[in-house]
């Protein structure tokens, strides 16, 4: 079992969660980030990840030399924390595009039901990117079922303010500021999210 431990600030990686379009249902994700809940993986989900890690370099390396020929830097060398200390990432990579900066986000799937180029959870994580990095544009590049694809995804400023909006009362509510079932931003839900959040039995 993994310790349970409470967060104070959010992921990229988990905010999707938060308006039903990520891996777990709000309710979880709040749950693992109050540390009611551990984050647990099985042996096929972390033997996925452990892979993954291996590839991620050799990935970067294709983009930066193949397709791009550009160099790609920063990648994954620093955690910071954006939106007024909020949001805690790390970015994959940082390359210039067109003689501005841009992002690269890396990612290596094998889904069936999606290119991950085309999922929302991952505009979203990209978007809290741009937020705290403060740039225009990222790279969404990486292996999908063993073929490289990319995309470049813009800034969307909606997309922005409904992230600051979540962001804000989700860790609100982990400070105990905000009710997480009572006031839960259900309209954010609805416009981007595919599950529901239920109240506890």
């Given at each position: 079992?993994?310790e349970?431990?409470?967060?104070?600030?959010?992921?990229?990686s988990?905010?999707?969660?938060?308006?039903g379009c990520?891996f777990?249902s709000?309710?979880d994700?709040?749950?693992?980030?109050?540390?009611?809940?551990?984050?647990?993986?099985?042996?096929?989900?972390?033997l996925?990840?452990?892979?993954?890690?291996?590839?991620?370099d050799?990935?970067?390396?294709?983009?930066?030399?193949?397709?791009?020929?550009?160099p790609?830097?920063n990648?994954?060398t620093?955690?910071?924390?954006?939106?007024?200390?909020?949001i805690?990432?790390?970015i994959?990579?940082?390359?210039?595009?067109?003689?501005?900066?841009?992002?690269?986000?890396n990612?290596i799937?094998?889904?069936?039901?999606?290119?991950?180029?085309?999922?929302?959870?991952?505009?979203?994580?990209?978007q809290?990117?741009?937020?705290?990095?403060?740039?225009?544009?990222?790279?969404?590049?990486?292996?999908?079922q063993?073929?490289?694809?990319w995309?470049?995804?813009d800034?969307?400023?909606?997309?922005?303010?409904?992230?600051?909006?979540?962001?804000d009362?989700?860790?609100?509510?982990l400070?105990?500021l905000?009710d997480?079932?009572?006031?839960?931003?259900v309209?954010l839900?609805?416009?981007?999210?595919?599950?529901?959040?239920?109240?506890?039995?």
């Open positions: 079992m993994s349970t431990k409470t967060r104070y600030y959010i992921t990229p988990s905010v999707a969660s938060y308006f990520g777990n709000p309710e994700q709040f749950l693992i980030d109050s540390g009611q809940e551990a984050s647990d993986f099985d042996d096929d989900s972390k996925r990840m452990a892979l993954g890690n291996h590839l991620e050799a990935v970067i390396e294709y983009f930066q030399e193949q397709v791009f020929h550009t790609i830097t990648r994954n620093e955690t910071k924390w954006g939106y007024d200390g909020k805690r990432y790390k994959d990579g940082m390359m210039t595009l067109g003689g501005v900066p841009v992002i690269f986000e990612k799937s094998n889904a069936q039901s999606y290119k991950f180029t085309e999922n929302v959870g991952y505009h979203m994580q990209v809290s990117y741009m937020l705290c990095e403060d740039v225009t544009k990222t790279v969404l590049g990486g292996l999908y063993g073929k490289p694809i995309k470049v995804i800034r969307n400023e909606e997309m922005i303010e409904d992230i600051k909006h979540m962001t009362f989700i860790v609100a509510a400070n105990g905000v997480f079932y009572n006031d839960y931003p309209d839900l609805e416009k981007y999210g595919i599950a529901k959040i239920y109240e506890p039995i």
